[in-house]
């Protein structure tokens, strides 16, 4: 059987590794090294280099190569390499061909498979747009997990006994991603996860750059335009420095000529520790905001996290650890190397979806990292205004879920409605990613606000079910929007949502639920004003807990209706006898 392989799709580097003889292990490229450069080139007789060859030729022929393309993944973008263009997926399957090329090479086997990471706060265009890159580069794609996931996964797997709370920072070559998440048992829960996509290292250095062209009366940009050669060359000096500053107090970093060559009287400029740092405060507190939302969303105070966890090469920087352990008040870990532990992890969940036996006592779950919802039109005086986000199912809710919401008509006879769903955070559909839609039609003519009920299904292979139930008619409508999490067939699909039935709780369809409202309903009318809160108030957590799509709220509101109804003197009898 041929293995699945967990592969770091990365901005600067990526990674191949696979899981054998009960372990993780990195897969090691031509050169005998297991970071391939993110680098793609295109020579004058049109042979494509990838990896440390492109990376060299970037150097004195910028305009023939690619880098930093995985931070255009789900845009339209097209890079020119000398007088070929190429989209971001092209360019990263290009990659992904190398490391599958490598990683045949030492397996000695064909390999079809492949789990590929991705920032976790990667949306739903981008994620496909990797899925897409995996498939052009002769992958079967099993699964898109996020990279701090991966690397939770490597060291939950060296630490199954452990309980606590975990708060992985991945600071890589163009992303940024913080992921809180907890550890019990083997199991590896993730709370909430946050992030920016495009903040990483590269910016760091890119800092460097900018600042030292500034101190010879230049600006980044148009110097990038005018002098491509000296740019590559600094760019390349400068992330040299920077890896240096790690393990030195004092640099200096020579200026190229325009025409990128260092000669002996190259003017040199010294950047101390404290300068570099001093310098990067700006991108240092940007990762605050991530941190904290993260920390926000999983209800949990700075002081509860037992580890923070460092995943990326840009992690090594002394000023990061310094802010990060200053703001958090603990000193960030790096027990594994953070250039490789995101892909020995994907290489423990390609073991979990093999059913290796060596994980067979690991758990893991997940959460959706963005909200999901549809379009609603809203009031304002007399004015109704469409195009507003209602959310059904919260970004980091536990997966797999299932929610519900109720809507109503706005017209008079509406006979369709047709639900715009949505993926994002912002309060407007047009700041967020539409994914799909759903037709509803035969609604009951009569006045505006006839209600339906929308119910989102979304399970951890990115399925996301939307059902429209009509109460007036008992009709069901329903779709499948199929996102990139893994690659799945049409019989897989539909085996995946004939799962997603045992998620569904949806306690208000009951017939015996039902009589049981309309009762409570009428004895609302019928008791003591005095007591009309206190029923009413118990109908109302009822009701929310029917919708919530949470067995244990609903059983516990159910119990305690019944029991203000039994202390005002009224017994529900239901269809298996009395209650």
């Known amino acids: 059987m041929s293995p699945i392989v967990g592969i770091d799709l990365g901005t600067t580097n990526s990674l191949c590794a696979v899981f054998e003889d009960g372990k993780p292990r990195l897969i090691k490229n ?10 793609v080139g295109v020579l004058p007789d049109g042979q494509v280099l990838v990896g440390q060859a492109a990376k060299e030729l970037r150097v004195t022929q910028p305009q023939r190569c690619g880098s930093r393309f995985k931070r255009y993944m789900g845009t339209s973008e097209k890079l ?16 992904l061909k190398s490391l599958k090329h490598d990683a045949e090479a030492d397996l000695g086997v064909t390999v079809e498979e492949a789990v590929i ?13 990797t899925k897409l890159a995996g498939e052009l580069a002769g992958f079967r794609v099993r699964r898109i997990i996020n990279e701090p996931t991966a690397a939770a996964l490597t060291y939950g797997f060296h630490d199954r006994q452990a309980e606590k709370h975990l708060l992985v920072v991945d600071l890589g070559g163009g992303t940024f991603d913080v992921t809180l998440m907890e550890i019990f048992e083997g199991t590896l829960e993730i709370v909430a996860t946050s992030g920016e996509s495009m903040l990483g290292g590269e910016d760091f250095t890119d800092r460097l750059v900018s600042n030292i062209l500034q101190g010879e009366g230049l600006h980044l940009e148009s110097c990038e335009m005018r002098q491509p050669l000296r740019v590559a060359r600094l760019r390349d000096v400068c992330e040299l420095a920077k890896q240096r500053l790690a393990h030195q107090d004092l640099v200096e970093v020579p200026v190229p000529d325009e025409q990128g060559m260092i000669t002996d009287q190259a003017k040199r400029v010294p950047v101390s520790r404290e300068q570099f740092a001093m310098l990067m405060t700006p991108l240092l507190e940007r990762l605050l905001g991530p941190v904290y939302k993260a920390l926000r969303d999983g209800e949990r105070a700075p002081e509860t996290v037992a580890e923070i966890i460092c995943v990326g090469g840009a992690t090594r920087l002394n000023c990061m650890h310094d802010f990060i352990a200053a703001k958090l008040g603990a000193q960030p870990l790096m027990t594994f190397n953070p250039d490789e532990v995101v892909a020995l992890g994907a290489a423990v969940q390609a073991a979990l979806l093999s059913q ?35 959310p059904i199912i919260h970004r980091n809710t536990t997966i797999p879920v299932s929610r519900e919401s109720v809507f109503c008509t706005i017209e008079p006879n509406q006979y369709t409605v047709k639900l715009k769903v949505y993926q994002g955070e912002s309060r407007k559909v047009k700041d967020n990613l539409a994914l799909g839609e759903l037709s509803v039609d035969g609604l009951p003519p009569g006045p505006p606000g006839t209600e339906f009920v929308v119910r989102f299904t979304y399970d951890t292979n990115g399925i996301l079910e939307v059902e429209a139930f009509v109460p007036a008619t008992g009709k069901k409508y329903s779709t499948v929007l199929t996102q990139p999490q893994s690659s799945l067939s049409e019989d897989e699909v539909a085996e995946a949502v004939k799962r997603m039935q045992a998620v569904k709780f949806y306690p208000r369809d009951e017939l015996e639920n039902q009589r049981l409202l309309r009762y409570c309903e009428r004895l609302v009318g019928e008791v003591s004003p005095m007591h009309r809160e206190q029923l009413e108030s118990a109908i109302d957590v009822w009701e929310a807990a029917m919708s919530s799509g949470d067995r244990e709220f609903f059983l516990r509101a159910r119990e305690g209706l019944l029991i203000v ?4 003197g009224y017994e529900f009898e239901s269809d298996s006898g009395a209650e």
């Open 356 to 390: 290796d036996r060596a994980v067979d006592d690991m758990v893991m779950t997940d959460v959706c990292p963005h909200t999901l919802g549809v379009e609603v039109a809203k009031l304002f005086g007399s004015q109704r205004n469409s195009g507003y986000f209602e």
């Open 117 to 129: 990471t991705v920032p976790a706060y990667f949306n739903d265009h981008q994620r496909r747009a």
């Open 30 to 39: 031509a050169h005998g090294n297991v970071l391939t450069p993110s680098v």
């Open 80 to 95: 020119s390499l000398g007088d070929q263009q190429f989209t971001a997926p092209q360019l990263s399957s290009l990659v």
């Open 565 to 568: 109804l039994s202390q005002l």
